[in-house]
């Protein structure tokens, strides 16, 4: 007679009994189990055999695949972590990452959140050391920088979220459309009235009469985010809740502007689901105006999502993204690529963002070469915000998202490209961080002088460049 094999999930079940709220003796009477035999399974001295681990997906609703494969996705992250070069040396065998995540997931997690919050200092210390270079404000109170903090620290990367947002995207699906699936699951009708009924909105949740109020100004892939949007804080606000808790905030603004991004982050999950969105991407070649069709998104809305595909294990090309104005202010930053934003002052005026406002809606591809050597490639193009009626508001900005040259050639954009362009060797063009950082010597884009170089005086001769300044 054959036996019924087990699995050995202790320490998961024990995390998992906890975040139900209950306690040994609670569990083992839903299970109809003795608490010594919860203690057991916990203790990993007794194996969960399949018939009660079908008996805990019923009774608590819970994903099968919770218990016996968390542990590969927490062996892909800490595999992603040693790769770090602080970790350079040390040798983390495939195995022995696995045994420490299936048997000890509590101390798992908090090497996890301890190299996070190193993250984030290191993130944090760049800050102050600019500023104290001299550099303008963004300084650890700002919400807005600590927002950016806690993103870049995490690589704008949050599978949690890519697990909720993609289980929620079926449940919608299932009801055939959003709209239905307000209606019953939340009791709430979709409404589309004139801007001037929503007084200032675009969106809004009224409870009284249970509805949701969308612009009807609002172009299809803005309403259709607003509406994901809306789910995700009516839905995902434990899981969202769940990931902030992992910051660190000196400001209660910073955390709700964080909170919000988390948020659109889950709203563009639902709309371009994870699995099915890293397939296509590759299937496209990460052409970014096919797979907004291809999704019902806009660009910027498809742009963003590109920069969030690392989840451990699945990872596709990493991206940055960054938004500018005519003025050159930055409106949204997200590193997953590396790429050294400056922090404090203005960007490199070389850069084709800056110039992509001459030809809107128009991509432009430009290879781009840092002063220590690194070279990446970016697609720019304008996006517009508002309008929809005549007379409305309208915001045209510009946005640029690029990603390290040994990943240019699973682009579409780099078709038909010489070899040289995809080894490194194409012509680019040189670019600084920001002026005061670059000490190239024969800009005449220069804005201000870089550090630490002495400027010359211009008494006898004058320099054809902005400014004259000491080799040494």
């Not at 890293?278 to 970014?288: G, H, L, S």
């Not at 998202?401 to 078709?415: D, N, R």
Request: with cysteine; aromatic share 8%.
């Amino acid at each position: 007679m054959a036996t019924e094999r087990g699995l050995y999930v202790g320490p998961r079940l024990r995390r998992m009994r906890r975040d139900l709220g209950l306690t040994q003796a609670d569990m083992a009477a839903a299970l109809e189990v003795s608490a010594s035999y919860i203690a057991l399974l916990e203790r990993n001295n007794r194996p969960l055999t399949a018939g009660l681990l079908l008996k805990l997906a019923q009774t608590y609703d819970v994903d099968l695949g919770s218990l016996g494969g968390g542990a590969a996705d927490d062996t892909a992250r800490l595999q992603a972590v040693l790769k770090d070069p602080m970790f350079a040396g040390i040798d983390g065998a495939a195995g022995e990452l696995t045994d420490m995540a299936t048997n000890y997931p509590g101390v798992t997690e908090a090497l996890l959140r301890l190299y996070t919050t190193y993250q984030e200092g290191q993130l944090a210390f760049a800050d102050r050391g600019a500023a104290a270079a001299g550099a303008d404000a963004d300084d650890a109170s700002d919400p807005v920088a600590e927002s950016r903090r806690f993103l870049a620290a995490r690589r704008n990367s949050f599978p949690t979220l890519d697990d909720a947002a993609e289980r929620l995207a079926q449940q919608v699906g299932a009801r055939e459309n959003v709209t239905s699936y307000f209606q019953t699951r939340h009791g709430l009708r979709v409404r589309r009235v004139p801007a001037s009924f929503m007084v200032g909105s675009t969106r809004r949740l009224d409870r009284h009469r249970q509805e949701v109020l969308l612009d009807d100004s609002l172009d299809a892939a803005s309403q259709a985010f607003q509406l994901a949007l809306q789910l995700c804080y009516l839905e995902l606000a434990p899981e969202i809740d769940a990931v902030l808790e992992g910051g660190s905030f000196a400001s209660e603004s910073g955390e709700r502007l964080t909170r919000r991004a988390l948020a659109s982050y889950a709203a563009a999950a639902v709309l371009m689901p994870y699995s099915a969105f890293a397939r296509a991407v590759e299937a496209r070649r990460y052409d970014v105006e096919a797979l907004a069709r291809q999704f019902g998104c806009s660009f910027e809305q498809t742009a963003h999502r590109l920069t969030t595909l690392q989840k451990p294990g699945q990872e596709r090309v990493p991206f940055f993204f960054i938004r500018v104005d005519p003025a050159g202010n930055v409106s949204k930053r997200l590193d997953g690529a590396g790429f050294p934003f400056a922090r404090h002052g203005g960007g490199c005026p070389l850069w084709s963002i800056h110039h992509v406002f001459r030809t809107p809606r128009e991509v432009v591809t430009q290879w781009l070469e840092l002063p220590d050597g690194q070279r990446f490639f970016s697609i720019a193009r304008t996006v517009t915000a508002g309008g929809g009626a005549f007379g409305a508001p309208r915001v045209e900005r510009a946005i640029a998202l690029g990603c390290a040259a040994e990943h240019a050639g699973k682009l579409i954009y780099t078709a038909g490209a010489p070899a040289g362009g995809l080894t490194g060797d194409a012509p680019a063009t040189p670019i600084g961080v920001t002026c005061r950082l670059c000490q190239r010597t024969e800009c005449t884009a220069r804005s201000e002088p870089p550090i630490g170089r002495q400027i010359l005086p211009d008494d006898i001769r004058r320099t054809s460049l902005p400014f004259g300044f000491s080799e040494t």
